[in-house]
């Protein structure tokens, strides 16, 4: 799920997925890899090399402060509304909303991988949340599902083969 965040003066779309013991963050559409650990109520957050220190004071109103490293940055989270929104952009690892007036969906792999299992075949009619290919990844199994209700176009992903992150694995329309 994407939840829209006004932090430091600027609206994102950001998107979290857990993945085993890290997190694959989506923001405005570039996607990042997160290890992040509780110390003493600090969050150490790393991404790829660079290590922050994140501490999150209470919400007052709606509007949280949150410390970057001791910097702080007032944050709210948007409610979601269509207007709020905005543009939708597809991340790394999950489906790709249709664009305005429809269109394909594509179903990407979050991370390198290997396919355990596929779970659809092209023609099959799919609804919104259904299961579409099983990825192995960092020893846990990732189902991965139709964002809208579609029907499968094309079928990219063969089971026992590995693929790299972004590889498009099942084509909706």
Do not use: C, F, W
Request: hydrophobic share 45%.
């Amino acid at each position: 799920m994407t939840v829209h965040v006004d932090a430091g003066g600027r609206r994102r779309a950001v998107e979290v997925v857990r993945v085993g013991d890290t997190y694959l963050v989506s923001v405005d559409g570039r996607d990042h890899e997160l290890d992040v650990k509780e110390i003493g109520g600090t969050l150490s957050l790393l991404i790829g090399t660079k290590s922050y220190e994140i501490l999150v004071g209470p919400a007052v109103e709606g509007v949280m402060t949150v410390h970057v490293d001791g910097v702080p940055v007032e944050v709210t989270v948007v409610p979601a509304t269509p207007a709020a929104a905005g543009p939708v952009r597809p991340s790394a690892g999950r489906p790709a909303s249709p664009p305005p007036g429809g269109g394909p969906q594509q179903v990407k792999a979050p991370m390198p991988g290997k396919i355990v299992k596929v779970l659809v075949r092209p023609g099959d009619r799919v609804e919104p949340r259904q299961g579409l290919v099983v990825v192995e990844a960092m020893k846990m199994e990732n189902e991965l599902r139709a964002k809208a209700a579609g029907t499968v176009a094309e079928v990219r992903a063969a089971e026992g083969v590995s693929v790299e992150a972004g590889a498009i694995l099942v084509i909706l329309e």
